[in-house]
């Protein structure tokens, strides 16, 4: 079939295979070229197969020479559908894997539920061993609890009022206003059970008791911070609770492996980019299309795999102490928050409308990285011909 991008609000429903294996082979080579001495040898990443998740698992494989195995939900394709982005950046992934001489296993399934944790201790007790590095990165806007079934909806709503600001339009590239009303105690309780850090406990606490994390392991799970402009519906609402929730488990959990193995728990504040969980949040595609274009301008725009690379290299695998904020987390959104690019920011914020958008911001780049995600937009690719979905 012939496949092209099909897009329905934040969400491009189609993906190609050939483009999503074209944009995991150029993240592997810029992992092998920027490789980082002293790095993890065997790699648990739990959603592993797009954004921070999948290039975590890249830089671990190719940047240091890790056997892995990657835990994602996904879907191949059938009945003339194509598969989702990433079941083929995954296969994309082991395809490379086996090419290059690294273990690459993968469990795809539920990795809330307890059945896909047994799985995962099963695999790496057979293949790979105690891990040395874990790497909790879901993005997922529901979970069902495994103790008591319940299935708990993420959100993103402000908290104590309304909230009123520019949004970016993504389907007609139109600059519009958005209206979000507040989020109820029902709204912060679901939002922290999704995407706070009980999960990332229960797996960690599955592998101590299965004795698979290696002396002196580390684990990391991934946040976000942001700029002034989005704090009302990002840190100051539901989703900022869950991550400060996020933020004490890693301070809860650093102390328990710390007298279980000698290891350590952060959480690494990296940089907005385009991922499929970004493009949903409300303000957010448009200040990032502003950021990409500063950014770009100062030299300092990184995507995916250079923040990580960046954070292995320079946060997690130093010589001597590792360097954390006052509130024990590991920032690689320096470079977006420095305070002239912040600045610049707030000043090109209220200039920016619909006429104007393509001149005062990036979204022309932010339109590219959203169809790279699914594997469209290479030059490299011919998406003419015929491919096997």
């Known amino acids: 079939m012939i ?91 082991g395809k490379v894997a086996q090419e290059s001489g690294v273990k690459a296993i993968d469990l795809n399934g539920d990795a809330f539920s ?35 079934g319940e299935t708990y909806k993420a959100c993103l709503k402000p908290i104590g009022g ?19 009303n507040p989020a109820t105690d029902e ?31 580390k684990t990391v799970a991934y946040s976000y911070v942001g700029p002034q402009v989005t704090q009302p519906i990002y840190r100051n609402g539901t989703i900022g609770e869950a991550k400060k929730h996020l933020e004490q488990t890693s301070s809860d959990l650093s102390a328990k492996l710390a007298d279980a193995c000698g290891g350590s728990a952060y959480v690494a504040v990296n940089k907005a980019v385009v991922t499929q969980a970004s493009s949903a949040i409300p303000v957010v595609p448009l200040y990032v299309s502003i950021l990409f274009k500063l950014m770009k301008e100062a030299g300092s725009h990184e ?3 250079e923040q990580i690379v960046r954070l292995f290299r320079d946060r997690l695998y130093v ?8 509130e024990g987390r590991l920032r690689v959104d320096d470079w977006e928050m420095e ?16 006429e104007n ?18 594997g469209f937009g290479l030059d490299s690719i011919d998406y003419e011909a015929e491919v096997d979905a």
């Not at 954004?51 to 990657?70: N, V």
């Not at 309304?162 to 979000?180: P, S």
Request: charged residues 25%; glycine residues 10%; contains cysteine.
């Open 3 to 93: 496949v092209k991008p099909r897009i329905r609000g934040f969400v491009c429903i189609t993906s190609h295979p050939t483009g999503c294996e074209a944009n995991v082979r150029e993240q592997a080579a810029y992992a092998k070229e920027h490789a980082i001495e002293g790095g993890p040898k065997k790699v648990l990443v739990v959603g592993s197969s797009t954004g921070y998740g999948l290039s975590s698992r890249i830089t671990a494989a190719f940047g240091c020479g890790a056997d892995t195995l990657g835990v994602y939900f996904e879907r191949p394709g059938a009945d003339g559908r194509t598969g989702t982005a990433g079941w083929y950046n995954s296969k994309a992934f």
């Open 114 to 148: 307890n059945e896909i944790k047994a799985e995962a201790i099963r695999l790496l007790k057979e293949e790979i061993g105690p891990v040395d590095l874990f790497i909790y990165s879901l993005a997922s806007p529901r979970r069902t609890d495994p103790t008591d």
């Open 162 to 180: 309304v909230y009123v600001n520019k949004n970016l339009n993504t389907d007609k590239a139109a600059v519009e206003e958005v209206t979000i």
């Open 187 to 217: 709204d912060i309780l679901h939002t922290q059970k999704v995407m706070g850090g009980e999960d990332w406990t229960l797996w960690t606490d599955a592998l101590l008791d299965a004795g698979l994390l290696a002396e002196g392991a």
């Open 303 to 305: 995507g995916c795999i």
């Open 319 to 326: 010589d001597g102490e590792i360097p954390v904020d006052e």
């Open 339 to 354: 305070p002239a690019i912040q600045e610049k920011i707030k000043n090109v914020w209220p200039q920016v409308t619909t």
């Open 357 to 374: 958008l393509y001149d005062l911001t990036d979204f022309a780049g932010y339109q590219a990285e959203f169809l790279k995600l699914f």
